[in-house]
C-alpha cells in the first residue's frame, strides 16, 4: 500500500485574511498614534475588550446581519461531545468579536462599578467576520472606536464629532462633510407616510441603499416586499423635497412642519441644537449638513446618528450613534451611550495613496560596517548617539554589493546612511543626495 503523502503547505494566509508588509504597518502605527493623541487631548482614554467574547452575547439579536458572519469556536476537551450534539450551538461556546461596541457593552455592564461616569473610552483593535471575499474587504480588519457611556446630553454627540472630525484633519485629510440624522425622525417620517409601525425596519433597509441604488431601486425593493403603494409614493416625495439633492435639503425645520403631528419634537430640538453648535465650531475643513435618508444600519440605534464623508473617497469614512437601550440588557437598568467608529482601513487606504503622515515619521539610517574590521563597541556608540538625537537606527553588516545594499535600504524606507572605514570614522549620508552611486 502506497504511503499517504502529508498535504502541501501553503505560504498564502487564509481566505480573507493579509499579510501587512513593513510600509503599511508603519502607515498604520502612525495612523493609529496621530488618531490617539487627538481622542485623549478631549480627554478619552483607552479600554480593552478580548477577542472573544460569549456567544450567547454576539447572538443575542444587536448585530443585525453581522451575527451571520461570526467565526464560532468549539467547545474544548470534554465539552466538545459530537454524539450527543444535536445542533450547531450545541457545540460551540465562544465567537470572535465582529464589532468593537457589543463587547464594550459587555465590558461596562460587568466593570461599571470602578468606571467613572461618564466613561469616555476609545478602543482600536482587530474584529473578524466571515463575509465573502472581494477586493478591499477582508475578514479581518481594525476598527477604532470612540464611546461616551452615561451621558444622555447631546453635548456628547457634539464631542463625538468634534473629536472624529480633528482626528481626520490631524491625518491631512480635508473636505469632510458631516451627515447627522435621528432614528426617532425617521420613525416619525415612516409613520407620517404611512408604513406599518412592526415594518419599518424593512423599510430602513431599503432606505438604507439609497446612496447605491437610488430611489428607483428603493422603490422597487419597498414594493417587493409588499409594502403600501401610498407610503412608497408618500417617502418618494418626501425625500425628493428634503434628501441630499432635494427642494429643500437639509431643512430640519420645514421638514418638521411637514410632518406634522407626526414629528417628534424632542428629537428634533436636540437635533438642532447639535447642529448649530457644530456648526460654529466648524473649522473650515468640514461641514456637517442634516440628512433624513441618513439611516445606518445596526438596529440598535436609538437617537442621533451620523456619518463623515470625504471627497476623496466614495463611502462614508466614519460612522456612529446613540445605543441608550443596549446596555441595559446586560446591566437591568439603561445607561446612556453613543460612539463614532473610524474606518481605519478607508482611511489608512488613502493616506498609502497619497503617501500621508510621512513627514512625521522619524528619519531612518541605517550604519553599514564589517565585522571583521570595525569595532562593534564603536558602531553601537553611534547608533545611540544617532537615537538621541531623534533618527531611528538599524546597524547592519557591510554586504559584499554594497550598492545593491544600499539600494535595497532606499528602496524600503531608509533615508540615509553611514560606512564605518576600520578606523571608526564614519559620514552620514543622505539617499537623496545619490551620494552613495559612487561608492
Not at 390 to 411: H, I, P, W
Amino acid at each position: 500500500m502506497a504511503e499517504k503523502t502529508a498535504p502541501k503547505l501553503s505560504a498564502e494566509p487564509p481566505r480573507g485574511m493579509r499579510d501587512i508588509l513593513p510600509d503599511e504597518a508603519e502607515m498604520r502605527d502612525a495612523t493609529a498614534a496621530a488618531i490617539l493623541d487627538v481622542y485623549r487631548q478631549y480627554g478619552f482614554r483607552r479600554v480593552e475588550t478580548p477577542a472573544l467574547e460569549h456567544i450567547q452575547l454576539l447572538t443575542h439579536g444587536e448585530g443585525g446581519e453581522n451575527e451571520k458572519l461570526i467565526y464560532k469556536i468549539l467547545k474544548r476537551g470534554a465539552k466538545l461531545d459530537l454524539a450527543s450534539a444535536r445542533s450547531e450551538m450545541d457545540l460551540v461556546d465562544l465567537g470572535l468579536r465582529f464589532d468593537l461596541t457589543v463587547p464594550l457593552v459587555r465590558y461596562y455592564a460587568n466593570n461599571h462599578a470602578d468606571l467613572p461616569r461618564p466613561l469616555k473610552a476609545v478602543q482600536i483593535g482587530p474584529v473578524w467576520r466571515a463575509e465573502r471575499q472581494q477586493k478591499g474587504r477582508y475578514r479581518q480588519f481594525t476598527q477604532c472606536d470612540i464611546d461616551i457611556l452615561g451621558m444622555q446630553s447631546g453635548v456628547a454627540e457634539v464631542e463625538l464629532i468634534l473629536a472624529t472630525t480633528d482626528a481626520l484633519t490631524a491625518l491631512g485629510l480635508r473636505r469632510l462633510t458631516v451627515r447627522i440624522n435621528d432614528r426617532r425622525l425617521l420613525a416619525a417620517m415612516a409613520h407620517h407616510c404611512g408604513f406599518e409601525q412592526s415594518r419599518f425596519d424593512s423599510v430602513f433597509i431599503a432606505l438604507d441603499k439609497l446612496d447605491k441604488i437610488d430611489w428607483s431601486g428603493v422603490e422597487k425593493e419597498l414594493m417587493q416586499a409588499g409594502h403600501p403603494p401610498a407610503a412608497i409614493g408618500q417617502l418618494g416625495r418626501l425625500i425628493a423635497r428634503f434628501g441630499p439633492q432635494g427642494a429643500a435639503p437639509g431643512d430640519l425645520g420645514v421638514m418638521g412642519k411637514d410632518l406634522g403631528a407626526h414629528q417628534d419634537e424632542e428629537a428634533r430640538q436636540a437635533l438642532e441644537m447639535i447642529i448649530q453648535t457644530l456648526r460654529g465650531e466648524a473649522t473650515g475643513s468640514w461641514v456637517i449638513t442634516f440628512d433624513p435618508t441618513l439611516v445606518r444600519g445596526m438596529s440598535y440605534y436609538t437617537g442621533p446618528i451620523f456619518e463623515i464623508k470625504s471627497d476623496d473617497f466614495p463611502a462614508s469614512i466614519a460612522g456612529g450613534g446613540r445605543y441608550d437601550k443596549l446596555i441595559g440588557k446586560l446591566l437591568g437598568k439603561d445607561v446612556p451611550a453613543t460612539g463614532f467608529s473610524i474606518g481605519f482601513e478607508r482611511v489608512v487606504s488613502l493616506l498609502m495613496d497619497r503617501q500621508g503622515l510621512r513627514g512625521r515619521r522619524q528619519k531612518r539610517v541605517a550604519l553599514i560596517f564589517e565585522e571583521r574590521k570595525d569595532d562593534l563597541a564603536t558602531v553601537l556608540a553611534a547608533a545611540r548617539a544617532l537615537r538621541t538625537d531623534g533618527f531611528a537606527v538599524s546597524v547592519e553588516l557591510r554586504a559584499k554589493n554594497l550598492g545593491g545594499q544600499l539600494d535595497t535600504l532606499s528602496r524600503h524606507g531608509f533615508d540615509g546612511f553611514a560606512l564605518f572605514d576600520g578606523t571608526g570614522q564614519s559620514r552620514l549620508r543622505w539617499f537623496a543626495d545619490q551620494e552613495h552611486r559612487d561608492e
